[in-house]
């Protein structure tokens, strides 16, 4: 049985495969087990400036919200979780949002794909990332798995930058977020490789330490953090 009610837009020319299958023959045999299976999530970096945000230096505030159960217990993490089958990940994010922070109505930019198969040990989970924007107030309130919800102050500092000889250059980043009347201190620190042509550049992530921020969440922070400010800067 196909996954989809309504074939019109696969069809391509009609044809035949190899097999000698039409298109509800080939769906009717495929075995979508025939792959082990994927699990998808969805990240969300939300951002909050206080006035208007026009100049990278504003003080600037994270949404994030810790963690109820494994992994990463206790820890602090983007808002985020599971997409289900039907549904589009930018729907799963947006529900996701809300479920664990009450928020809802954002605009939410994509970010990046998040596929390092060891990120996560329950099983092989990809997320995908988006980056929201708020100027001014905005009321979070913890819901669903998140045990708190906080906005924690940002400080985004460059630690080094190094220029290799095969044109490719590393930067080093440590990620700080707190709220001092909470009493929360969380950290990161993050090894981001610039490599290949000028114009399409490849950004991979490492992340060197972390210090109360789940899993690799303190890449995803530093990478929307990164855009944000780039697009400040007019870069």
Known sequence: ????SDLRRFYGTGEKNPAGQS??????????????SL????DIVVVRCEEKLTHWGQPLKVLMVKRSNHPSI?????????VELKEDISEGAARELEEETCVKGLPLRQMRTWGEWQRDPRWRIITTSYLALVEGDLKVQAADDAKDAQWLDVDLKRLSTEEKEDQSSVEVWELSLTNKEQGIDVSA??????SGHPLIKEETYHLLESKGIAVDHGCIV?????????????K
């Open 1 to 4: 049985m196909a996954f989809l």
């Open 39 to 42: 699990c998808n999530t969805a």
């Open 74 to 82: 206790g820890f602090w993490a983007t808002p985020g979780g599971f």
């Open 23 to 36: 298109l509800e023959e080939f769906l009717e045999h495929y075995n979508p087990a025939k792959y082990e």
């Open 222 to 234: 530093t990478n929307a953090l990164l855009y944000l400010k780039n697009q400040l800067e007019g």
């Open 189 to 194: 620190k993050v090894e981001i490789t610039y």
